[in-house]
């Protein structure tokens, strides 16, 4: 997946904002709470990073292609960063952004939630 590709999924979820930040990194967030982080990495494979269930963090985090995201995986969160073949293949990839999204938007407050339509059903 390319950055390109990566911006316009995350730009398909609704109630998604973008910005760029941390040295060119691009940031998707859900109710101001990132989700998902394109960047850091210059060449053919793109570094995306995303946030994970704690059972799919013990799985993905030796998988080749993939390793437990700089910076946050240190400090005790569950994100996973892409960064390297084999890695997953797009389909995979866009079904843990997806989730990523799910898992931050569920953390957001109910009022929160609410005001953005998410998780009323």
């Known amino acids: 997946m390319t950055y390109e590709e990566y911006n316009a999924f995350c730009r398909a979820l609704p109630h998604t904002t973008h910005v760029v930040q941390w040295r060119g990194a691009h940031v998707w967030k859900i109710g101001g709470k990132v989700f998902a982080i394109g960047g850091w990495r210059a060449g053919k494979y793109p570094g995306i990073t995303f946030k994970v ?5 013990e799985i993905l985090r030796d998988t080749p292609g ?3 995201a700089p910076y946050l ?3 005790g969160m569950k994100w996973i960063q892409h960064f390297d073949t084999p890695g997953l293949s797009d389909a995979d990839l866009k079904s843990y952004i997806s989730e990523s999204y799910e898992i931050v938007a569920l953390g957001l407050t109910k009022k929160k939630q609410k005001e953005l339509g998410l998780n009323q059903g």
């Open 53 to 57: 269930s704690p059972m799919a963090f």
């Open 66 to 68: 993939l390793r437990p």
């Open 73 to 75: 995986a240190s400090r």
